[in-house]
């Protein structure tokens, strides 16, 4: 589940098994977030285990030096640190690690780690409201590792993958490799700034959204000179129209239009056979995607597919 606006967004997923089967997106479909709440409109799905997505503005994603420890010590380590990171008591923050795997590829490089921190209140609002619904909340995600398991999907064999996503609370890029994080970047730029622009403005903002990714693949060569980028792939928007050609003459990166369309059996749920309905729900499948992927934040993994 992921929100948009006023909206829950619901997708599921069955997994199926073997290299040459695709997930199977069984069901999307979207309720008012007040229908959701009071536990309606989910009929057949009542019991269903389910991967929700915190808000944009509910979680941090810090990256941070690996602590020198062993891996099973490292969310003891952490915690200690956190506080300098954070506006709030590090004693009331509920997180996870997401480790950058380098040691196969850079040995004896400082490891770097992501972690995901939110608020225990804002966790535990967000089980309380599943506790309403009838839904298992078998795990509490963020949006930006639901956009790395998208990427993951995409990935070209042996070749690093990144995913460009931008909606009215901002943009995020990711960048995978091995279905691995290697980067994560927020963009400060909302699909209601690029709607309002006139064409000076928006040629303006196209300036500001190709730096920012030029200096991303810039440093991330730098970091990781064993990742060569295949692609940057943008999901679709109409205020969007115009970008993937200017990034496609101003990046060294191939450019393309995100499409799911191989990479996921949609025969049964023919509404996101559009690449705009597919955009909208980009985020669900994500977070729907999430056993086939590495982690998530806090709370478990979903087994068989989410909702």
């Known amino acids: 589940m992921a929100r948009s606006g006023s909206s829950c967004l619901f997708v599921h997923v069955a997994h199926k098994r073997g290299a040459r089967n695709s997930p199977r997106v069984a069901a999307a479909f979207e309720l008012p977030a007040r229908e959701f709440a009071a536990g309606s409109g989910l009929g057949q799905w009542k019991g269903t285990r389910a991967a929700a997505l915190l808000d944009v503005g509910d979680y941090q994603m810090l990256r941070l030096e690996a602590p020198r420890a062993p891996r099973p010590e490292w969310k003891a380590a952490l915690r200690w640190s956190l506080q300098e990171h954070l506006d709030f008591p590090a004693a009331e923050a509920s997180f996870d690690v997401i480790d950058i795997p380098t040691e196969a590829h850079a040995p004896g490089r400082q490891r770097m780690v992501y972690v995901v921190v939110a608020r225990n209140e804002t966790v535990l609002s967000l089980m309380r409201t599943f506790d309403a619904t009838g839904l298992a909340l078998a795990a509490i995600d963020v949006p930006g590792l639901a956009l790395r398991n998208i990427s993951a999907l995409l990935e070209s064999p042996g070749q690093g993958q990144a995913c460009l996503y931008f909606d009215h609370q901002g943009g995020q890029l990711v960048v995978t490799f091995a279905g691995e994080l290697y980067d994560f970047r927020r963009i400060n730029i909302s699909l209601t700034q690029l709607g309002r622009a006139d064409e000076e403005e928006k040629k303006q903002i196209f300036e500001r959204i190709n730096l920012d990714l030029q200096r991303t693949f810039d440093t ?34 191939p450019v393309d239009l995100l499409s799911l369309q191989d990479k996921l059996d949609m025969h049964a749920c023919p509404l996101l056979q559009h690449p705009l309905a597919q955009s909208r729900f980009l985020l669900a499948i994500g977070a729907a995607l999430r056993d086939v992927a590495a982690g998530g934040a806090e709370g478990g993994g979903a087994e068989g597919g989410g909702s």
């Open 220 to 253: 991330l060569d730098r970091q990781y000179g064993f990742i060569s980028m295949s692609r940057l792939s943008i999901a679709h928007q109409p205020e969007l129209a115009g970008l993937p050609g200017y990034l496609k003459e101003n990046l060294y990166v």
